[in-house]
C-alpha cells in the first residue's frame, strides 16, 4: 500500500492564481480530511469527507473547495490564491474514528 | 479559543530521561485523545491514544495519562532517545464511533521535543 499521497510536494504561485492539490489513498478508508499547519498554529482542519459524495467545512474552509467523487480521491482546490494561504497542506484518511493517516504535505507560497 | 492547549512549545532533556509532554483541554465534548509525533518535511504520524474511559493506556515505552475530571492529559517516553526528537502534537475529537464528524481532530499548537545524547 502507498497509503496517503499528496501531489505536488511543494507549488509556488502568485495571487489569483488556481491551483488543485491532489490526495490519494489506496486503504478503502471512508474518511478523508485536509488540514493546513502555519508556524505557532498547529494543524487545522479545512475541509473533510465521511464518504464518497459527501463533504462538510471544518475550521477554516474559506478560500477552499472540496469535492468527493470517489472512495480513494479527495482533492483541494484554491479558485484565487492569496498570500494568506501560503502554508503546509496535509491530507489525512482513516477509517471511522481511528487515528488518521497523513500523506507527507505540500508546500504551497503564495507571491 | 484554543480547545486543545500544549503550553510549552518546548522540551528538552537527557537521553535515557523521561519526557513529560503536557495536553489541556476545555471542550467537555471531546471523549477520544490521540498524540502524533512530526519530523521536518515529513506528515504528522500516529503515536498513541487514549479513549475517556480509560485513564492509561500504554505502548511500549509511550504511555498517555488521561485525567478527565482535570481536562488534562500527558504523554510519557521512557527512556528518551535521540530519535525521539520531533515536534508532538496533541489532538482531541468526539467519540469516533458516535460522532458523524467521527474523526474531526482539533489539534494543539504542538510542543519541540530535544532529546540530547
Known amino acids: 500500500n502507498a497509503g496517503v499521497t499528496q501531489t505536488p510536494k511543494f507549488q509556488v504561485l502568485k495571487t489569483g492564481q488556481s491551483m488543485t492539490l491532489q490526495c490519494a489513498q489506496d486503504m478503502n478508508h471512508e474518511y478523508m480530511s485536509w488540514y493546513r499547519q502555519d508556524p505557532g498554529m498547529g494543524l487545522r482542519l479545512i475541509h473533510y469527507?465521511?464518504?464518497?459524495?459527501?463533504?462538510d467545512q471544518g475550521e477554516v474552509p474559506n478560500g477552499y473547495n472540496v469535492s468527493r467523487s470517489t472512495t480513494e480521491d479527495f482533492p483541494l482546490r484554491l479558485l484565487s490564491a492569496a498570500p494568506s494561504q501560503t502554508s503546509v497542506y496535509f491530507c489525512?484518511?482513516?477509517?471511522?474514528?481511528?487515528?488518521?493517516?497523513f500523506g507527507p504535505g505540500t508546500r504551497l507560497t503564495v507571491l | 479559543d484554543q480547545q486543545v492547549k500544549q503550553n510549552s512549545p518546548s522540551l528538552s532533556v537527557q537521553e535515557g530521561r523521561i519526557s513529560i509532554l503536557n495536553c489541556d483541554y476545555t471542550?467537555?465534548?471531546?471523549?477520544?485523545f490521540l498524540w502524533y509525533k512530526k519530523y521536518p518535511a515529513e506528515g504528522p504520524t500516529f503515536l498513541i491514544s487514549?479513549?475517556?474511559?480509560?485513564d492509561k493506556n500504554e505502548d511500549g515505552r509511550f504511555t498517555v495519562f488521561l485525567n478527565k475530571s482535570a481536562k488534562h492529559l500527558s504523554l510519557h517516553i521512557v527512556p528518551s532517545q535521540p530519535g525521539d526528537s520531533a515536534v508532538y502534537f496533541c489532538?482531541?475529537?468526539?467519540?469516533?464511533?458516535?460522532?458523524?464528524?467521527?474523526?474531526?481532530?482539533?489539534f494543539g499548537k504542538g510542543i519541540t521535543l530535544s532529546v540530547r545524547p
Open positions: 487514549i479513549s475517556s474511559i480509560k
Open positions: 489532538a482531541a475529537s468526539g467519540h469516533p464511533l458516535f460522532t458523524g464528524a467521527n474523526s474531526k481532530l482539533t
Open positions: 489525512a484518511s482513516s477509517y471511522r474514528g481511528v487515528a488518521q493517516y
Open positions: 471542550n467537555s465534548m471531546f471523549d477520544y
Open positions: 469527507s465521511v464518504g464518497a459524495g459527501i463533504t
